[in-house]
């Protein structure tokens, strides 16, 4: 009972004491800020390009754009490029002034910070795996439109989220944040099939019970499934990062120049850490 309340609490230990989501190993926080308002301005660009395209050059107008919103890929790369957008400010937050706008934010919020980030680096891996291996059909895109916003949305959401996973600081998964992949990965089945009973039919024809039969719960399950290993893997390859990055290099990360100027180094930061973790305990 207790370890199933475990996942609504936000935690009570320090937030984020030694400010790993918004510096990294190898770059400074003003060039990891750049990096992040980047990626964010071509996700968004990306997204609101393709619904102008799709609302302009299709038969049934904007209604084409209307429906993109019932893909998961779409959803997911939104979220993308929502990510990096305020990760972006939080740090450049941090690089002017050394303390993140995320560091004033309700604990909840910090919380949901987290979690956003877990599902943008593990979402966009079960997106390009499930479209290029069960949605492709093989051939290439005879538009180019069509192969720039497939490429972008399914090739180069992994590098951005593979990015995330290897140039910040970011801390190991937390093991709760399966149970809201998961969740989430719930809720957007229910908006496939309230699509299909607003607008007659499937996002994805293996979600249809009337083609697949029985297969339609192994593709469900099977994707579940799928978003638990990725979440692993991305775990895994965070834990060899910071052993290889922290304790082989002895990069333990590059500050603010604020925080250097007041004596906040990078062992003051992580003595910092440890008393934290040790308050937690």
Known sequence: MARGAAAFKFGTDAWDPTHRFETSWLISPWALFV????????????????????????????VASQERFSYFTVLTYWGLAFYFLFAAIHTFTYARTGRALL??????????????????????FVVTIVYWGVLYSGKWFPVVFDGWSN???????SVFALFEIVIPRTDLLPAVHML????????????????????????????????????VAAYVFGIAVGALVVFGVVTGLIALRKWVTETK???TGKFAKVEREAGRGDEEDMA????????SA
Request: aromatic share 16%; with cysteine; proline share 5%.
């Open 180 to 215: 809201w992949l998961i969740l989430v990965l719930a809720l957007y089945l229910a908006v496939a099939y309230i699509t299909k009973a607003t607008r007659g039919w499937y996002p994805y024809g293996f979600l249809d019970p009337g083609k697949q039969h029985a297969l």
């Open 272 to 279: 910092e850490l440890g008393a934290a973790k040790r308050v």
């Open 103 to 124: 560091d004033r934010f309700p604990r909840p919020l910090q919380a949901l910070h987290s979690a956003f980030y877990t599902t943008i680096v593990t979402y966009p």
């Open 35 to 62: 990096f992040r308002a980047l990626f964010a301005l071509y996700a968004l660009f990306t997204s609101v390009f393709i619904l102008g395209w799709s609302c302009t050059h299709s038969a049934d107008g904007c």
């Open 151 to 157: 490429v972008s949305q399914h090739l180069l959401n």
């Open 249 to 251: 290099m002895g990069r």
